[in-house]
């Protein structure tokens, strides 16, 4: 088993910064890809970004692509969302994945078998 623990949520005026953190422990999480999805109240779960379990290769969605980082460090079983110039529709519970079997980023959510608890990203107007 994985779990998953993201930290880093809060509540930032439009236009600033928010960096999210998922740890790993349990199984070699390292091995492979990680992502991060998001639920707004009311919608389905979206693909935010994913890295795969080198960290050479990401995918992003347009809404957040040139506005989000995600990175990777494999010694300490973590990964990284850096969110700038955040936006009220980016508020959103976010929460981190990994696969046991993926290396490549994919956008698919049914493709991650475990998952964090979520952590709260509020940005207001």
């Known amino acids: 088993q994985v779990q998953l623990v993201e930290s880093g949520g809060g509540l930032v005026q439009a236009g600033g910064s928010l960096r999210l953190s998922c740890t790993a422990s349990?199984?070699?999480?390292?091995?492979?890809?990680m992502a991060w999805f998001r639920r707004a109240p009311g919608k389905e779960r979206e693909f935010v970004a994913a890295?795969?379990?080198?960290?050479?290769?990401?995918e992003y969605a347009d809404s957040v692509k040139g506005r989000f980082t995600i990175s990777r460090d494999n010694s300490k079983n973590t990964v990284t969302l850096q969110m700038g110039r955040l936006k009220p529709e980016d508020t959103a519970v976010y929460y981190c994945?990994?696969?046991?079997?993926?290396?490549?980023?994919?956008?698919?959510?049914?493709?991650?078998?475990?998952w964090g608890q979520g952590t709260q990203v509020t940005v207001s107007s």
């Open positions: 890295i795969s379990w080198s960290g050479d290769s990401t």
């Open positions: 349990g199984r070699t999480s390292s091995s492979y890809a």
């Open positions: 994945a990994t696969s046991s079997a993926l290396l490549s980023p994919v956008r698919l959510g049914r493709e991650y078998d475990y």
